[in-house]
């Protein structure tokens, strides 16, 4: 998981509009933090008690109009039985990838892989998260749209440098989804 130090960056949407946002990735990439990064400190206790980021569970989180998950991406069968009909529904898809973990690279690529012949974000924007871009020994961004063939997606993505622990890229990231990203608008 990861270290807490939220701030709240997600803005309040429009009264009666919606973003569903799904967070993925490998085990200890940073979903978790990012989640608290987005989410301000008076909400999370809420949360804690229904984040269950390891595992088959997941509970959708609705804050400030955003209706979030997230997940761990690690075995085929989350993908294919549970993480599929979450999927298929979000606007935006955020693939969380440490890029300082050069052993698991091979295995994002794999996810990736699995998710597009699920056809799990074909309705979605994805937006991979470089995540411990202020460590030495990192991948830049570039080399990981690269890997993982970003280039294929038939839908609109980006690979942002990022580094939760500094906060740098979380304000970019919200951009970008928030310019990519049509909201939904709700039926009251």
Known sequence: MGVIFSKGYLPEL??????????????????????????????RKSIDSVLISMGVSIESIVYKGWDMFIGDLLYPEYIRKTYKPYLM?????????????????????????????????????????????????KMEPIQIENYLELYRLNIPWKCIATSFDTDFGIDESIKWILENTTKRTLYQ
């Open 89 to 137: 529904g979000c606007d935006v898809v955020i693939f969380v990838v440490d890029s300082t973990d050069y052993a698991n690279i091979t295995a994002a690529k794999e996810q990736l892989d699995l998710l597009l012949v699920e056809d799990c974000i074909s309705s979605s924007v994805f937006l991979v998260l470089a995540n411990k871009q202020d460590q030495k020994k």
């Open 14 to 43: 429009p009264v009666g509009s919606l973003i569903k946002l799904g967070i993925i990735g490998l085990e200890n990439a940073g979903k978790t933090t990012l989640l608290h990064k987005f989410i301000d400190s008076s909400y």
